[in-house]
Structure formats: structure tokens, C-alpha cells
């Protein structure tokens, strides 16, 4: 499994920003996808994540009515919506899937995946 995070850029408090995940190299199960994040001198943290069947999702507390993540199967893309962007979510983002056989499944602990992205970074300041 291949992943490609991209989108990420330098923006102004509470502007909006779209980061985006290509996924490639899925030949059968379900997928699920989480969002990470990695701020300078700072653990990883579990962001987002959506299942693959029912598009399950689930967001960490501090981003939960700010950002949206979403899926597009056929396209297998996946990508996290970011608006009222602080100063606080800067940090490089990574995307990450896992191959589950319950279709219902995500979740935001980094050592559920197995497969990562590159990382994008985003940069929230005036």
C-alpha cells in the first residue's frame, strides 16, 4: 500500500486548507484511513479517521467541529477539510491506512497502521 499526502501550505488564522491522500496498491479488504499530525518537539497524534463501509469517522476532541475528513472509494482518495485553523495545528500531517476485514473499523492510534504517507506540512500563521 502506497500513500501520497499533499495540499498542505502556509495560511493565516482561521482561514481553511484541504490536504488530500492518494491511496494505491489496495488489491482486496477494506481500507481505513486515519489522519496524524506531528508538531516540532512534539509526539504524533491521531487526528481523524474514517472506515471504509458506512464511512464511520472519528476526530480527535481539539479539531472536532473544525475539520471534516471524507473519502472518495472509486477514486480511493481521501482527504481531511481544515476551517478556523489555529496556530496550534501547525504541524506536518500524514495520512495512514490499515487492510481491516471489519469494514466498520477506524480508529487513531498510530500503531494500528501499518502503511504511511510522506507527510505534508501545514503552517498557520499571521
Known amino acids: 500500500v502506497q500513500l501520497q499526502a499533499s495540499g498542505g501550505g502556509l495560511v493565516q488564522p482561521g482561514s481553511s486548507l484541504r490536504v488530500s491522500c492518494a491511496v494505491s496498491g489496495i488489491t482486496e479488504g477494506y481500507v481505513a484511513i486515519g489522519w496524524f499530525r506531528q508538531a516540532p518537539g512534539k509526539e504524533r497524534e491521531g487526528v481523524s479517521c474514517?472506515?471504509?463501509?458506512?464511512?464511520?469517522?472519528y476526530y480527535v476532541d481539539s479539531v472536532k467541529g473544525r475539520f471534516t475528513i471524507s473519502r472518495d472509494k472509486t477514486k480511493n482518495t481521501a482527504w481531511l477539510q481544515m476551517n478556523s485553523l489555529k496556530p496550534e495545528d501547525t504541524a506536518v500531517y500524514f495520512c495512514?491506512?490499515?487492510?481491516?476485514?471489519?469494514?466498520?473499523?477506524?480508529?487513531?492510534?498510530?500503531?494500528?497502521?501499518?502503511?504511511w504517507g510522506q507527510g505534508t506540512q501545514v503552517t498557520v500563521s499571521s
Open positions: 474514517i472506515s471504509s463501509v458506512d464511512d464511520n469517522t
Open positions: 495512514a491506512a490499515r487492510v481491516v476485514y471489519d469494514g466498520s473499523w477506524c480508529g487513531i492510534d498510530q500503531y494500528s497502521y501499518p502503511s
